[in-house]
């Protein structure tokens, strides 16, 4: 009698092959889901930088021409405290606009709902660099709502990426077409 036996060695080197044969698929689309959103966020951090830019732009013109008006005043001998207030809140304005250029990382996470959208218990957690965060949220709401979306809260800070992930990985939560969504509003 003819005895056929399968040595352990191979039969574990099959079963990686045929592992490795399986991942690959899932691998190739991770990596395509990858470079999807490393170009999505190349191109809102070229949105933003320019956003930025023309505020600053902006903002150095109204400072002009305010300090030119304010030397015209004091050439006069008389004062004007609403344009030195003025000046100051544009100092202010600049300083934070030069803070945001700076700090790439810093940005609002949002979390807004839209029942017509999403359902009655969903809400969308996202995150935006843009100066006016309400400016994503009408944007997002232009593109394929029904109806607007109720914002719940903002939250800003310096590096908003993990905060976002850590509001977003709590108990409760799971994705809805690649979106981070959680089953209850709060």
Same mark, same amino acid.
């Given at each position: 009698?003819? #005895? ?9 080197? =099959?079963?990686?092959?045929? #592992? ?5 698929? !899932? ?12 170009? +999505? =966020? ?23 021409? !305010? ?20 000046? +100051?809140?544009?100092? %202010? +304005? !600049? +300083?934070?606009? %030069?803070?945001?250029?700076?700090? !790439? =990382? ?31 949220? %009408? ?24 905060? #976002? ?22």
């Amino acid at each position: 009698m003819m #005895e056929i036996r399968i040595s352990t060695l191979f039969h574990s080197l =099959r079963l990686k092959e045929i #592992e490795l044969t399986s991942d690959f698929p !899932i691998k190739k689309q991770e990596e395509r889901e990858e470079a999807r959103e490393d170009r +999505a =966020r190349l191109k809102e951090e070229a949105r933003v930088a320019a956003e930025i830019a023309a505020e600053r732009e902006r903002l150095d013109k109204e400072r002009t021409h !305010i300090v030119n008006a304010l030397k015209a005043i004091q050439t006069s001998c008389t004062n004007d405290p609403s344009l030195e207030e003025k000046l +100051a809140s544009i100092d %202010d +304005a !600049i +300083a934070r606009n %030069d803070y945001r250029a700076a700090n !790439i =990382r810093a940005g609002y996470v949002y979390i807004i709902s839209n029942p017509g959208s999403f359902g009655i218990d969903v809400v969308k957690i996202g995150l935006t660099r843009r100066l006016e965060p309400m400016t994503r949220v %009408d944007e997002l709401g232009d593109a394929s709502a029904p109806f607007r979306f109720d914002v719940h809260c903002f939250f800003f800070g310096t590096s908003f990426q993990p905060l #976002e992930t850590r509001r977003s990985t709590g108990s409760g939560f799971f994705r809805l077409t690649g979106e981070i969504h959680t089953p209850k509003c709060a």
